[in-house]
């Protein structure tokens, strides 16, 4: 089998407009119905809601933890409204590599910093997957695309089956849709 993988020069949101086309097109043509979607300030959520507005698609958005840099939250309440009331959610989970002493040890340092050495967007995608399996979002084994990126807006996309924190080695990278040459 041959796949095209979109390596972009540079990491950052300047990439936002290209992963969206690459990903719906990847979903479309394996019939992925979610995108496990990393958004911080609600941007990028936005940009993927209006993206996939006439697709059989529907987003999990995964926002930063409450209280993870600061008080509450800087996704807007608003935007989670929206959101769900166009059939999308919205799940504030625990950050697992942001996580002291996951399973007892240092576990969640090493694993971040061994997953950024693919990007940190590769990082991010790999923790919302679990986030969202966590939160009950998606279930363990359901084919996605999660979607993330480099300070903000999206470089990277993989193809997965997803699976809970509690079963990390059960998560399966299938397809890398586009990442950042880095």
């Known amino acids: 089998m041959e796949e095209k993988i979109t390596y972009f020069e540079n990491p950052g949101k300047e990439n936002t407009e290209d992963v969206m086309k690459v990903v719906l097109e990847r979903a479309e043509a394996r019939n992925i119905k979610r995108i496990v979607l990393a958004s911080t300030?609600?941007?990028?959520?936005?940009a993927f809601s209006r993206a996939v507005e006439e697709k059989d698609v529907r987003l999990v958005v995964v926002p930063?933890?409450?209280g993870f840099k600061e008080t509450g939250?800087?996704?807007p309440q608003g935007l989670v409204?929206?959101?769900?009331?166009?059939g999308h959610q919205v799940h504030f989970g625990?950050?697992?590599f942001h996580t002291m002493d996951f399973y007892g040890t240092n576990?969640?340092?090493?694993?971040?910093?061994?997953l950024r050495t693919f990007g940190q967007g590769t990082k991010v995608c790999m923790e919302i997957m679990m986030m969202a399996c966590d939160g009950g979002c998606i279930v363990d084994g359901e084919k996605?695309?999660?979607?993330?990126g480099t300070?903000?807006?999206a470089d990277t996309a993989l193809l997965a089956s997803a699976a809970p924190s509690n079963r990390i080695t059960s998560l399966r990278i299938h397809e890398i849709i586009c990442k950042p040459r880095l």
């Open 41 to 46: 300030r609600g941007n990028t959520a936005k």
């Open 151 to 153: 300070g903000s807006g």
């Open 107 to 114: 576990i969640p340092k090493v694993m971040a910093n061994l």
């Open 94 to 96: 625990t950050m697992l």
């Open 73 to 75: 939250n800087p996704f």
């Open 64 to 66: 930063w933890q409450f």
């Open 144 to 148: 996605v695309i999660a979607v993330a």
């Open 81 to 86: 409204d929206e959101l769900r009331e166009k």
